[in-house]
């Protein structure tokens, strides 16, 4: 198994450019996630899916947007960068009905908008 | 709200030295409690959990202690090693629902 696999793994972006990041899963993990992590602010729940064509927002959603059309996928869609975005960004993933089950990260992806 | 707190770090010890990082809580209900680690350049991985009140987690030398009275749940370790350098994360996961709740992160550095 792969486990969870995130591309790419660094992105420089201008403000105003959009792009999309890439997270996928092979453990047939219905619940998958996104985080950001900021200095001095652990990891904040962008969005997140229990099960393909299901998605909710988390804690900070503003600026982003997902789609789930597969159990194994999760992009997110950065539709117009800004410099408040520079972050490093998770993705998550963990069987729906096993709460107590460790989530599984992947590498994260450094993101830098200038 | 739910929510975490850490310790401030950033934590600085020698090896062999014993380790104690905190972490308090505040949840509604009865919170599922889980110490993540992250290692230099790659994602977190678990290193423990507990389920209840007055449960230990316990890994690669590492425990934590389920403390309800206290709202808290501080890691521990009798004797680092060079290895154990990582940013450590405390979260909760409130029973019903999926979400973790992280704390700022911790980070550790062990010199020889």
């Known amino acids: 198994n792969a486990g969870v696999t995130q591309t790419p793994k660094f992105q420089v972006l201008k403000t105003g450019q959009s792009m999309t990041l890439q997270c996928a899963q092979d453990?047939?993990?219905?619940?998958m996630s996104w985080y950001r992590q900021d200095p001095g602010m652990g990891l904040r729940l962008i969005h997140y899916?229990?099960?393909?064509?299901?998605?909710d927002q988390g804690e900070v959603p503003n600026g982003y947007n997902v789609s789930r059309s597969t159990t194994e996928d999760f992009p997110l869609r950065l539709l117009s960068a800004a410099p408040s975005q520079t972050s490093v960004y998770f993705c998550?993933?963990?069987?729906?009905?096993?709460?107590?089950?460790?989530?599984?990260f992947g590498p994260g992806t450094r993101l830098t908008v200038t | 709200g739910n929510s975490v707190t850490q310790m401030e770090g950033p934590v600085t010890l020698s090896e062999e030295a014993f380790l104690t990082i905190n972490c308090t809580y505040t949840?509604?209900?009865?919170?599922?409690l889980f110490w993540y680690v992250q290692y230099p350049g790659e994602g977190l991985q678990l290193l423990l959990k507990?389920?209840?009140?007055?449960d230990k987690g316990s890994n690669k030398g590492f425990e934590a202690t389920y403390r309800k009275e206290t709202t808290s749940f501080h890691l521990e370790k009798g004797s680092v090693q060079v290895s154990d350098s990582a940013v450590y994360f405390c979260?909760?996961?409130?029973?019903?629902?999926?979400?973790?709740?992280f704390g700022q992160g911790t980070r550790l550095t062990i010199n020889p």
């Open positions: 998550a993933s963990s069987y729906r009905d096993r709460p107590l089950d460790e989530q599984y």
């Open positions: 899916s229990v099960g393909a064509g299901i998605t």
């Open positions: 949840a509604t209900g009865y919170p599922s």
């Open positions: 453990m047939n993990h219905e619940y």
């Open positions: 979260a909760l996961r409130i029973q019903g629902a999926q979400k973790l709740v």
């Open positions: 507990a389920t209840k009140a007055d």
